[in-house]
């Protein structure tokens, strides 16, 4: 698919440290910083905890601590869900109450959130207390069926919420309505370290550790669960969750984190004092989250409490074949998704749905997620991918693209035909819905014509900002590791991404299907260059008539037999 390339306006800040390199200084203001404070990582610059529904909840916690009363925690089935889970029950326990344990649904059996059928299995095992992690705002009926058997309920969430709020005892959320915290974007683990963090300071208060001959927890050693869950979640890096994140990732360095995580950094081959935030999206996050889309989270979940790291080991080579398994399965619903696709545009080149819905019955249903995001990075426009859930019903995945916030998409479709959707909940980003198998091409055809509401042409192509080009002299390992070292990079705070027009030396096809460069900024060679560029169309690379080539790319540090080099990570390459 053909990208636009757009450079970044290069505006540099007078509020900015002017020690700073120039090329950091560009940077930093191209992402709208505009005071040095913004780029320090102390935990004192933190949001102080101002959340609607924070003192409700906290008392109810306290009052459960100091009675030894017995809590649940119901999880999600992804990484922000699993780190969430994980936290909550550390936390209470390391504050002194044992009876605490977690359910996560399955998503297969229960689907997502607190409903009724879950509240009936947790009630099984008679708690006090059930607090929802990552979910709970848009589980109205689930609610209230804990509710009527008499268990309290604690909402910790960050989803968006629906016209009706669960009659929780507490809903801690940034996002429900009347909530001042100023950071919005707070993923469900962040969400459930600041109610533990208070809840710590209200039992100081009540003199409960020091009755009771307990150390108090320190929070910073949950940071290295917070970093995973907000990374792997894909939320926005404002300040605050780059303070979170930066705080998670030295401890990880310093290899000062669960077993768990150093286990499933070991099984992946990846060093913990390197780490950057992009391992945890992309390395850590999907082999803890194979355990939710393939099997049951409660293995995940498990390999962030264990202690022992023998144990933990086994846990995370055990997430890490599942996450073998899911690869190939998600392989295989590809090629049959692209080849859906292809015969829709062998047809009519030009009718190609604006936005695109996807199923096949024998799609698996905790795939469709990663389906939809593949699509949509392929085509460029939001994709919704539905598998088939029994009795009748399917279960979609949707991914979005600029410009269109897809959860709102959804409630418009779903007031402009009442009862076609049964659920849906989401973010700006990404939603999950259900509806009846029957009513699959009449939702098709209304979230085609939603999207052709909310978009133009122009939405459609895809964007590449850069941060503009690089002069020969930039490419060296000095500048590299600054911007390597610059992050935490992520969502809404991108990693920097420069282009340029060079010559093409050499070229060869690597691991099947990515395509290894060496380029030069001369027709005479005379610097080369290192550059890779993963999953290329094979049809198409190696191009022995290829003689230029515009790229867009990472500046980046291979280490190979202990020598390290500059490596362009190409996202996108075009022939000049």
């Not at 959340?51 to 119901?74: H, P, R, T, W, Y």
């Not at 207390?129 to 910790?156: F, K, Y």
């Not at 545009?345 to 995001?373: K, M, R, T, Y």
Request: hydrophobic share 45%.
């Amino acid at each position: 698919m053909q990208k636009v390339i757009r450079r970044r306006d290069p505006i540099v800040s007078a509020g900015l440290n002017n020690q700073l390199p120039a090329l950091l200084q560009r940077v930093y203001c191209a992402r709208g910083v505009k005071q040095d404070e913004e780029l320090q990582h102390h935990l004192t610059l933190l949001q102080k905890p101002s959340f609607k529904g924070l003192s409700e909840a906290v008392n109810l916690l306290a009052d459960a601590v100091v009675a030894q009363a017995k809590i649940m925690i119901v999880g999600d089935f992804d990484a922000d869900g699993a780190t969430s889970c994980a936290l909550a029950v550390l936390a209470l326990r390391a504050m002194g109450l044992p009876s605490v344990d977690f359910l996560v649904p399955n998503r297969f059996e229960y689907g997502y959130g607190l409903t009724p059928e879950i509240v009936t299995v947790a009630a099984a095992q008679q708690p006090d207390l059930i607090i929802t992690v990552d979910n709970g705002i848009s589980s109205i009926e689930g609610v209230q069926a804990a509710r009527e058997l008499g268990i309290a309920v604690i909402v910790t969430d960050h989803h968006l919420p629906g016209s009706e709020l669960p009659d929780a005892d507490a809903i801690v959320n940034p996002n429900q309505p009347g909530c001042p915290f100023p950071s919005k974007n707070l993923a469900g683990v962040g969400v459930i370290f600041y109610v533990m963090n208070a809840l710590r300071a209200e039992l100081r208060q009540l003199g409960w550790f020091a009755e009771s001959g307990i150390p108090e927890p320190n929070m910073a050693s949950f940071l290295d669960l917070v970093a995973l869950g907000t990374v792997a979640d894909v939320v926005p890096l404002d300040h605050n969750n780059r303070i979170l994140v930066a705080q998670g990732l030295q401890r990880m360095r310093a290899g000062v984190a669960r077993p768990g995580i150093l286990a499933l950094l070991e099984v992946a081959g990846r060093t913990p004092h390197k780490l950057v935030a992009g391992d945890l999206g992309f390395i850590v996050g999907p082999r803890l989250n194979a355990a939710g889309r393939l099997d049951d989270m409660s293995l995940g979940i498990q390999c962030l409490l264990c202690d022992s790291p023998s144990l933990a080991r086994e846990m995370a080579l055990s997430l890490d074949e599942l996450n073998r398994d899911r690869k190939a399965i998600e392989s295989g619903m590809q090629q049959e998704a692209l080849h859906m696709l292809q015969k829709i545009l062998v047809d009519d080149a030009d009718s190609l749905p604006w936005g695109l819905c996807l199923f096949d019955e024998n799609w698996h249903q905790g795939v469709i997620g990663i389906l939809a995001s593949r699509i949509k990075d392929r085509y460029h426009r939001p994709v919704i991918v539905f598998a088939d859930a029994g009795e009748g019903q399917i279960k979609g995945s949707a991914r979005s693209i600029p410009g269109l916030h897809i959860r709102d998409a959804l409630d418009a479709v779903a007031a402009h035909h009442p009862g076609l959707l049964k659920k849906f909940g989401g973010h700006a980003m990404a939603a999950g819905m259900s509806l009846a198998r029957e009513d699959f091409a009449a939702f098709a055809q209304a979230f085609d014509e939603e999207v052709h509401r909310q978009l133009t042409e122009d939405d459609l192509k895809a964007v590449l900002v850069s941060d503009g080009e690089l002069t020969p002299e930039d490419f060296n390992l000095v500048i590299a590791a600054q911007l390597r070292d610059a992050g935490p990079w992520g969502q809404h705070f991108p990693e920097p991404l420069f282009d340029g027009e060079f010559f093409l030396v050499q070229q060869r096809i690597v691991g099947e299907k990515h395509l290894k460069m060496v380029l030069s900024h001369d027709a005479a060679g005379k610097q080369l260059l290192d550059a890779i560029a993963f999953n290329v169309d094979v049809q198409q690379w190696p191009n022995a008539a290829a003689k230029r080539v515009r790229l867009a790319y990472r500046l980046d540090i291979n280490e190979f037999r202990g020598k390290q080099s500059v490596q362009l990570m190409v996202e996108y390459l075009e022939l000049c």
